[in-house]
């Protein structure tokens, strides 16, 4: 059955405007989308599934419907008055030398480089003499820069390296070994996803992929994760499998990491994005057996470093706010752990270096952090340049050194250098982003949400942004899978607030911010206090006079995706704009495509029970667009290769929307070929889909001015 016929040759009757507005109202006619008669079961209840055509993303049809989408799409967005200016506007803040902090590999030391619009970073190394030589080109790998570098990891020597491939932006990847020596590819492996690179001396190294999906890999569930070891130089055929694999024990997460003495082998085994299992094994003793050190999933662990007999770790296993914990090898079961840091009531995230370990904690979203010896004594505290986050303080035992970025939402990030003995701080690399650092200031507040929970928040603008009128504000949301939103500079969001935006990122429930009850608070069935959370810091920063709803634009990805879809369907006035960026937005069907089960912990699934089935279908963005509504100026952005989370979601979401949405507000698809879930990205293309997103809001809000 053909699904589509073209949409009336892509419906080009385009922009037609209307009366009221010549200027700023373009009534659009959208590609028509066919419904298909599909439904689902549910406890006895009836769900029907008109779209589940567009799930076949790679199909004729889904394709036909992509590039008409598309044409409606990128024919408004090339109208609008501000693209041009967000574009000069972000080339010129992205257009600067970049430079990461340097790490030591064998002979050299390796670093990455960007010269300013290069679409991926260059990876660099200088000897002890200081002579530099370009190591690896990412740019080189394909001709429109959609191929990129991930996970570069070198053998114990130094002499090979290791680094994934992706192309198109997917999850799926190859692995190339390089001899550092020559700079020749000498090894190569594919079908690896979800997977770091551990070598074991320079004989090889440790990965982990899926076994081959029935269908399309792009889509095709994935449940059964298995660790290999890969003998450089052997085919793909003849490694070893280390761990998983066992039908009725199955894993989707599965992770080896090599200590960095060489002694063991720590393997991760999970089912979820929270909670592991921890295996040990001696690789002295040959063919040892994996010594368990947490055999159920009901909390985070993974290990530091070692010396001798002893690791070291990190948990939350008694301790929701994290802790660091010793024990040995012979005895490694949680009775016999030692504190080495013990919990506190701000939530714990810890580095080592040099011997030394590094606990940052988060104070309302912001870093302070400390340098303790192995026994966990303070050696010092380190004084950061003022509120913001601090990351780094990481690298090997014997470094005298280590370097760490500072940066928050108005101050671009800036590396320093610490001496680990005397504790002497200087400055490695200033940034030379173009970004009048002064003009802007950042403030937080803390808000009430609709059970009474206070919720802070951090509200960035320039100082002189007049007060006298609701003011265009960005209002930025994740709040799942315990991930927290730190203040970080971003050249994309400067471009906002140098055009006249407001940013605002409120630290609601669901994220890590305050620990494991803080997460937990925005999972399964209290998801929707993530969603009461969002919402009334739109109605907070409403109430302060800073915006009304007619200047309120709302944006995230991923989980930020559902998190505005889920808010724009339950409260449509609320907003002038929704940017819901690859979003997971069909929560009955989320778990049925690649590695979704994974986010159960966060989500439950349909399936689970009738309680939870309901729940999900009460929030679920695809299932909740109401006919006759009139919803905001909606641009949904997704790309064709996120096999993360999966493009059909968007499909889906936007046929309802375009389907039931009445009004002129445009609600309209933008895809982007060859690209992914947003990891590597190249930066031509970063330049274009922001400059979009930014232009649309614009031209979306004020109306009624």
């Known amino acids: 059955m053909k699904k589509i016929s073209i949409f009336t040759l892509l419906t080009f009757g385009l922009f037609a405007c209307t009366s009221e507005d010549s200027e700023r109202v373009v009534k659009l006619t959208y590609p028509k989308t066919e419904k298909v008669e599909v439904s689902d079961e549910y406890f006895g209840n009836t769900v029907v599934d008109p779209y589940r055509w567009l799930e076949d993303d790679r199909s004729d049809e889904t394709g036909e419907w992509v590039d008409a989408q598309n044409a409606v799409t990128f024919e408004y967005l090339s109208n609008l008055e501000t693209v041009g200016e967000f574009q ?13 902090a340097p790490f030591r590999e064998g002979e050299y030391e390796y670093f990455y480089r960007n010269s300013g619009l290069q679409n991926q970073s260059l990876i660099y190394r200088r000897d002890d003499r200081g002579e530099e030589e370009l190591f690896l080109d990412p740019n080189s790998l394909s001709t429109d820069g959609t191929t990129s570098v991930a996970a570069l990891s070198f053998s114990h020597s130094g002499s090979l390296a290791a680094y994934q491939i992706s192309e198109g932006g997917a999850d799926w990847r190859s692995v190339a070994v390089m001899d ?3 700079l020749e590819v000498i090894d190569r492996i594919d079908d690896v996803k979800f997977s770091g690179l551990s070598w074991f001396g320079d004989e090889g190294f440790y990965y982990s992929r899926y076994d081959q999906p029935k269908g399309n890999e792009l889509t095709a569930k994935t449940d059964q994760h298995k660790l290999y070891f890969h003998k450089v130089g052997e085919q793909q055929e003849a490694d070893t499998l280390i761990f998983g694999g066992d039908p009725k024990n199955k894993f989707r997460y599965v992770s080896g990491q090599v200590t960095e003495d060489q002694q063991y082998l720590i393997i991760s085994g999970a089912n979820s994005t929270s909670g592991n299992r921890l295996y040990v094994q001696n690789l002295e003793e040959k063919s040892s057996p994996f010594r368990p050190v947490v055999e159920d999933e009901s909390s985070d662990i993974y290990v530091l470093t070692s010396i001798g007999d002893t690791l070291y770790a990190y948990t939350n296993r008694g301790a929701d706010n994290g802790r660091v914990v010793s024990f040995s090898y012979a005895v490694s079961n949680p009775t016999s752990w030692i504190d080495v840091i013990e919990e506190t009531e701000h939530v714990l995230t810890v580095s080592t270096v040099g011997g030394y370990l590094f606990a940052e ?3 309302d979203a912001i870093s302070s952090v400390k340098q303790l ?39 671009p990030s800036t590396i ?6 005397s504790g002497v701080v200087t400055t490695y690399r200033e940034s030379l982003a173009d970004f009048e650092v002064g003009e802007y200031v950042s403030e937080q507040v803390f808000y009430t949400s609709k059970d009474g929970t206070k919720v802070p928040m951090i509200v960035t603008k320039k100082k002189d942004l007049p007060v006298d009128k609701p003011l265009p504000t960005m209002l930025y949301g994740y709040g799942g899978f315990d991930i927290s939103l730190t203040p970080s500079f971003s050249s994309t969001v400067a471009a906002w607030m140098e055009a006249g935006g407001v940013y605002a990122v409120p630290n609601i429930r669901g994220g890590g911010e305050y620990g494991k009850d803080w997460h937990l608070a925005g999972t399964k069935l209290q998801k929707q206090n993530v969603f009461d959370d969002f919402i009334a810091a739109a109605e907070y920063l409403i109430d302060q006079g800073l915006t009304d709803s007619n200047h309120l634009v709302l944006r995230g990805g991923s989980n930020g995706g559902l998190l505005v879809g889920a808010v724009m369907t339950q409260r449509p006035e609320l907003a002038a704009v929704a940017l819901p960026a690859v979003g997971v937005l069909d929560m009955l069907r989320y778990h049925t495509f690649t590695a979704g089960a994974g986010w159960a912990y966060d989500y439950g699934t349909s399936e689970q029970s009738e309680e939870m089935f309901q729940y999900l279908l009460g929030y679920s963005p695809v299932h909740n667009v109401e006919k006759g509504t009139n919803y905001p100026a909606t641009l949904v952005t997704t790309g064709d290769h996120d096999d993360r989370v999966v493009p059909a979601h968007s499909f889906k979401f936007a046929a309802h929307l375009q389907a039931k949405h009445v009004g002129n507000n445009p609600v309209l698809i933008r895809i982007e070929k060859d690209a992914g879930h947003g990891a590597g990205t190249p930066t031509d293309k970063i330049v274009e889909q922001y400059a979009h997103m930014f232009a649309f809001a614009m031209e979306n809000i004020g109306r009624s001015d």
């Open 88 to 100: 000069t506007r972000l080339t010129r803040l992205m257009d600067y030398p970049k430079e990461s």
């Open 416 to 421: 320093f250098e610490l001496s680990l003995e």
């Open 373 to 411: 010896d192995l026994e966990g004594n303070l050696i010092r505290e380190i004084q950061l340049p003022g509120p913001g986050s601090a990351s780094g303080f990481s690298g090997k035992s014997d470094e005298t050194t280590t370097f760490y970025s500072f940066t928050n939402y108005h101050t």
């Open 180 to 182: 550092t020596n020559t």
């Open 361 to 363: 904690y988060m104070i």
